[in-house]
């Protein structure tokens, strides 16, 4: 298989894989279950997933990439060299260019770790894009035009805010809240009021299924087993929509109180292109139901969520690779 172009959505719960002309080819977890005795990697992925919480003494099953950025550099390395090898195969003729996404807040050290992982993982190049720059290309924002364009990206590990104008960031926030803190919210929620245990897969299913940033009036319920606190044997519990929302408020607050931060620092003229347009939200994030309302409620900015939220920043390494050679002299970190 002949590929010359990769781009990378490194995330803290996922890893999405573009590859131009095909589209987004892997969308899977960021996870990597490995061999404590002999510290060999045993899988990777949708299949690691599915061991998180379940391995023995002899497996550590484990995130590599903590809100946004590399926690694990060898384990990092050999999750990309996995997907790399994945679409374009352990035999090749010559070596991918590799563009990889990272927070705006990302330390020159931090980005170095990015660069060498994925040098090393086998690519011929490695350059780095900021989140909000990828996000808001791949929500079909015009970036290089006059106009302040507001994005919102909720990932796993951290929730990027971003006023772009004319290709480049003018105001930004980040804050290391997103998908996980909310799933770890909700478990300790039901820890201290039910005195039941439950991992963070079946608080994240919790979330997807009646999570909702807005107190509403009918409200939805669901059937959740965790293991009791008191007698330690298995327990079922019914939650209802409005106690997910009462759980996660005070995350919820952490990401208003950023978009009012950077809306509060953009210049007079971009912000009434803000009110005009409005905000986009991209990300795992922008799933949870009502969220956009909320931010609408809480900032009087209109928010809409994008096409395809979890894809937006795939997507936009898509574009980039498309026009490499225009970017490369612009808003590319580069080795």
Same mark, same amino acid.
Do not use: W
């Given at each position: 298989m002949f590929i010359k172009k990769i781009g990378i959505d490194l995330g803290t719960a996922n890893i999405l894989i573009f590859i131009p002309q095909k589209g987004v080819v892997v969308n899977e977890p960021s996870v990597v279950a490995v061999s404590v005795i002999d510290n060999k990697i045993l899988a990777v992925g949708n299949e690691a997933k599915e061991m998180l919480g379940k391995t023995p003494d002899s497996i550590c099953a484990s995130r590599p990439v903590k809100d946004g950025v590399i926690a694990d550099y060898r384990i990092t390395e050999a999750m990309i060299k996995y997907f790399i090898n994945k679409v374009s195969g352990k035999i090749r003729f010559s070596k991918p260019e590799v563009i990889v996404s990272v927070p705006a807040g990302i330390t020159s050290t931090e980005k170095r770790a990015v660069i060498d992982a994925t040098m090393q993982a086998g690519a011929k190049n490695a350059y780095v894009v900021k989140e909000p720059i990828l996000a808001s290309i791949g929500a079909g924002i015009p970036i290089n035009t006059p106009f302040g364009n507001m994005i919102i990206d909720i990932g796993g590990g951290t929730s990027e805010v971003a006023v772009i104008s004319l290709g480049g960031v003018v105001s930004f926030s980040s804050v290391r809240v997103g998908g996980d803190k909310l799933d770890h919210a909700i478990s300790e929620?039901?820890?201290?009021?039910?005195?039941?245990?439950?991992?963070?897969?079946?608080?994240?299913?919790?979330?997807?299924?009646?999570?909702?940033?807005?107190?509403?009036?009918?409200? &939805?319920?669901?059937?959740?087993?965790?293991? &009791?606190?008191?007698?330690?044997?298995?327990?079922?519990?019914?939650?209802?929509?409005?106690?997910?929302?009462?759980?996660?408020?005070?995350?919820?607050?952490?990401?208003?109180?950023?978009?009012?931060?950077?809306?509060?620092?953009?210049?007079?003229?971009?912000?009434?292109?803000?009110?005009?347009?409005?905000?986009?939200?991209?990300?795992?994030?922008?799933?949870?139901?009502?969220?956009?309302?909320?931010?609408?409620?809480?900032?009087?900015?209109?928010?809409?969520?994008?096409?395809?939220?979890?894809?937006?920043?795939?997507?936009?390494?898509?574009?980039?690779? &498309?026009?490499? &050679?225009?970017?490369?002299?612009?808003?590319?970190?580069?080795?």
């Open positions: 929620y039901i820890r201290k009021k039910y005195s039941v245990a439950i991992g963070d897969r079946n608080a994240e299913e919790i979330k997807i299924k009646i999570g909702n940033a807005i107190m509403e009036e009918e409200k &939805d319920f669901i059937e959740v087993r965790g293991r &009791d606190l008191v007698s330690g044997l298995p327990k079922t519990i019914k939650i209802s929509s409005g106690e997910i929302t009462e759980a996660i408020q005070d995350e919820l607050g952490e990401i208003i109180r950023t978009v009012k931060n950077v809306l509060q620092e953009t210049p007079p003229e971009l912000s009434s292109d803000i009110i005009d347009r409005g905000m986009i939200l991209s990300g795992g994030g922008a799933l949870l139901k009502n969220l956009d309302k909320l931010l609408s409620r809480s900032t009087g900015v209109p928010c809409y969520i994008a096409d395809d939220p979890l894809l937006c920043v795939a997507k936009g390494t898509g574009s980039i690779l &498309d026009n490499l &050679d225009m970017y490369k002299r612009s808003i590319i970190s580069k080795k």
